[in-house]
């Protein structure tokens, strides 16, 4: 990882996050993804599992992004309709970027990710899980670099396409080990762990 990427929030640095391989990083528990084919509702599940996670820990998230857009590559009406708006707020909000040269290297494996690249994005609790949605259905959003990170709990969360989130615990919290086992038997989703 670069050097430009040693960042520093609340005294921990963010160099635990690997961002080419998210199960690589330091701390990594495990994910959840859906169990079955992709549907709209297995989303707002999934959705609900971590509304259901972060609604003790709300208060101090911010979000880790690297993120871009390509407005030609989604054709599906019912996604256009149905997460159109929130894909143009992401726009709007600077949760979505413009292709840059250093990200579309990253994108395609050729460098490895510039802090140039990042955004952090404070206080905008109430869009985060809106653009977890887009990040599981909208074929216009570019990467899948979406931390949402809370520092005094000691996790990050992301989400991806395969309609669930990964798990990173950044101390010696348990609290993503705790809660990927109190949802091992949801037979909506596949729970895999490192525990």
């Given at each position: 990882?670069?050097?430009?990427?040693?960042?520093?929030?609340?005294?921990?640095?963010?160099?635990?996050?690997?961002?080419?391989?998210?199960?690589?990083?330091?701390?990594?528990?495990?994910?959840?993804?859906?169990?079955?084919?992709?549907?709209?509702?297995?989303?707002?599940?999934?959705?609900?599992?971590?509304?259901?996670?972060?609604?003790?820990?709300?208060?101090?998230?911010?979000?880790?992004?690297?993120?871009?857009?390509?407005?030609?590559?989604?054709?599906?009406?019912?996604?256009?309709?149905?997460?159109?708006?929130?894909?143009?707020?992401?726009?709007?909000?600077?949760?979505?970027?413009?292709?840059?040269?250093?990200?579309?290297?990253?994108?395609?494996?050729?460098?490895?990710?510039?802090?140039?690249?990042?955004?952090?994005?404070?206080?905008?609790?109430?869009?985060?899980?809106?653009?977890?949605?887009?990040?599981?259905?909208?074929?216009?959003?570019?990467?899948?670099?979406?931390?949402?990170?809370?520092?005094?709990?000691?996790?990050?969360?992301?989400?991806?396409?395969?309609?669930?989130f990964g798990f990173i615990e950044l101390s010696s919290s348990t609290v993503c080990t705790?809660?990927?086992?109190?949802?091992?038997?949801?037979?909506?989703?596949?729970?895999?762990?490192?525990?």
């Open positions: 990882m670069e050097k430009s990427l040693k960042l520093t929030v609340n005294s921990i640095s963010l160099d635990y996050l690997n961002f080419n391989s998210f199960s690589s990083s330091k701390g990594w528990v495990g994910y959840f993804e859906k169990s079955g084919d992709f549907s709209l509702e297995i989303v707002e599940e999934s959705i609900k599992l971590i509304e259901r996670f972060l609604s003790p820990h709300r208060d101090d998230l911010f979000v880790i992004s690297a993120l871009s857009y390509d407005d030609k590559r989604e054709d599906d009406e019912k996604i256009i309709h149905t997460y159109g708006p929130i894909y143009e707020m992401a726009k709007a909000q600077k949760f979505l970027l413009p292709m840059k040269e250093e990200f579309e290297k990253y994108l395609y494996g050729e460098s490895n990710l510039t802090a140039s690249c990042l955004s952090l994005h404070f206080n905008d609790k109430d869009n985060f899980l809106d653009i977890c949605r887009l990040l599981m259905t909208h074929g216009g959003v570019l990467g899948s670099v979406f931390f949402l990170i809370n520092m005094e709990s000691g996790f990050a969360i992301y989400p991806h396409e395969e309609q669930g705790d809660f990927l086992k109190s949802i091992e038997n949801n037979n909506m989703f596949n729970v895999y762990h490192s525990y």
